[in-house]
């Protein structure tokens, strides 16, 4: 890892692949979350195994912890190092011209993403950890769709998920394709199915959670 991250090309490349990691994690987390609309049920008996897996919870969880850190930590890392490699301004900046708005504020978007995580992790997963390990609770297989809909019966905190949501998308419309060409997926057959792919994903995958959100609060 030290040697992977030890040059600028390396950096990208590790970035590169823990946003890919990150892209898989969101499509499965939708996915679950979405049974919450479906039923009680589904969600809860979902929602238990992923709780209690001693694979997920031990394995999977962790690794997860550390590709968010990693991911964040390295954009800012690389974003410092872009603005030292040019410390006299220029003196006029088109950026427009050729870059999208996303392109040029991706640590504006991840940085609020990532106010907006902590804000996720104090609803849900601390939450969780107080229940299993702080009190050591029993298993009480009804109580999860009941905690994610209660969380939504707020509208400022509606708000802030769909705000937070649509900055995902923001991200996620450079990010996605960006990855793949970090990593050398670049070809004039592929490059405009990754990019097609990619829009349709950073509209689909916030419009999901939005979705999730809204129903909750509209159906309390």
């Given at each position: 890892m030290a040697g992977l991250t030890s040059s600028t090309i390396g950096r990208?490349?590790?970035?590169a692949l823990s946003a890919m990691?990150?892209?898989i994690f969101l499509v499965m987390h939708l996915s679950v979350n979405l049974l919450s609309?479906?039923?009680a049920t589904a969600y809860n008996n979902a929602s238990q195994f992923m709780g209690y897996n001693p694979l997920i919870q031990f394995v999977m969880q962790p690794v997860l912890m550390f590709a968010v850190i990693f991911h964040f930590v390295m954009g800012f890392?690389?974003?410092?190092?872009n603005q030292r490699a040019r410390p006299i301004g220029y003196d006029k900046n088109n950026g427009s011209a050729n870059s999208t708005w996303s392109s040029r504020n991706m640590i504006i978007s991840g940085g609020v993403i990532l106010a907006f995580i902590f804000l996720h992790?104090?609803?849900f997963w601390f939450h969780e950890m107080n229940y299993k390990y702080v009190n050591g609770l029993p298993i009480e297989e009804s109580r999860f769709w009941g905690d994610l809909h209660s969380k939504f019966a707020d509208l400022w905190r509606v708000v802030l998920y769909v705000v937070a949501f649509g900055l995902l998308g923001v991200h996620l419309a450079?990010?996605?394709q960006s990855s793949f060409q970090s990593?050398?997926?670049r070809h004039p057959k592929y490059t405009p199915i990754i990019k097609a792919f990619g829009n349709w994903y950073s509209i689909l995958i916030p419009l999901g959670f939005i979705f999730i959100a809204v129903f909750h609060y509209v159906t309390q």
């Open positions: 990208k490349y590790a970035m990691f990150l892209l609309v479906f039923g890392v690389l974003e410092i190092k992790m104090y609803d450079h990010g996605f990593v050398g997926a």
